[in-house]
């Protein structure tokens, strides 16, 4: 199965963000999408999620039109982890992961004994079981991030889409989320995420789609796209790659 966008031209009724835009992701792989703020990466993943309307061009996934899927459907094919999610009310970190088993219900009907199983399931995958009775406004960022996670496994989706996971995420629980989302993909999941952060591309993705005002400046495997002329290009500034000689491993810094 396979996610979408041909041709999109994304934006708003006012404003157009970008165009021309081709983006595929099947299921099992890891897209990273860079760039500037600005550069309407948000806009796009809205776009691929059926929150806005594109403004040409077709969001398909396993080759139906994601416009003709209805509500239900989409919810049991994409899963969406927000930038950032203040709760209003104190539920339970479980009760927050059920939440997302109302893709195979709807909105008032109460958990059944396959729908506790799930969200059981997902926070043991996720290493949250602890945190199941706590209330989701007195956990940290890190474990909030992981329990919308949770609440995205237990879905059931296709596709995980997530815009800037680590972002606010202290370094340890950043490197914790990150690995995770990788795991996704080791499921079976297609998983797109946002990010400044080229480093954690290269790590956890296997292909990036650098985004600048709406347009593409390269897209394909991370080891061919994340490169210093690309990324210089992405953010208009330059960039230096240091190298570790014993373990191989690159990682880029601003010049």
């Known amino acids: ?20 835009l081709d983006v595929a992701l099947p299921e099992g792989e890891v897209l990273a999408l860079l760039g500037p703020n600005g550069g309407g990466k948000t806009t796009l993943l809205k776009t691929l999620l059926g929150i806005l309307p594109p403004r040409a061009g077709e969001v398909r996934c396993d080759g139906r039109s994601l416009a ?26 479980e009760t927050v992961v059920l939440m997302g088993r109302t893709a195979h219900g709807n909105l008032f009907s109460r958990p059944n004994a396959k729908d506790r199983a799930v969200a059981r399931s997902s926070m043991e995958r996720f290493g949250i079981v602890h945190l199941a009775e706590r209330p989701y406004t007195m956990i940290s960022g890190g474990e909030r991030q992981l329990v919308l996670l949770a609440r995205a496994l237990a879905q059931e ?3 995980v889409v997530l815009d800037e996971p680590t972002a606010s995420l202290d370094f340890g629980n950043q490197g914790k989320v990150m690995r ?11 998983v797109l995420f946002t990010t400044h952060d080229p480093n ?7 292909r990036a789609l650098l985004l600048r005002q709406g347009a593409r400046i390269a897209e394909g495997p991370v080891q061919t796209v994340l490169t210093e002329g690309n990324l210089g290009a992405l953010y208009d500034a330059p960039i230096k790659t240091l ?10 810094f601003p010049a």
């Open 180 to 190: 995770e989302i990788r795991a996704l993909a080791s499921l079976g999941h297609g």
């Open 200 to 206: 954690q591309a290269l790590r956890f993705a296997d």
């Open 68 to 93: 003709a899927t209805s509500i239900r459907d989409r919810a049991r094919l994409l899963a969406y982890v927000p930038q950032s999610h203040v709760a209003t009310f104190a539920f339970p970190a």
């Open 1 to 20: 199965m396979i996610l979408e966008g041909r041709g999109l031209a994304i934006g708003y009724r006012d404003r157009l963000v970008g165009r021309d």
């Open 243 to 252: 190298t570790d000689r014993d373990s191989g491993h690159s990682a880029f």
């Open 157 to 159: 989706p296709r596709f």
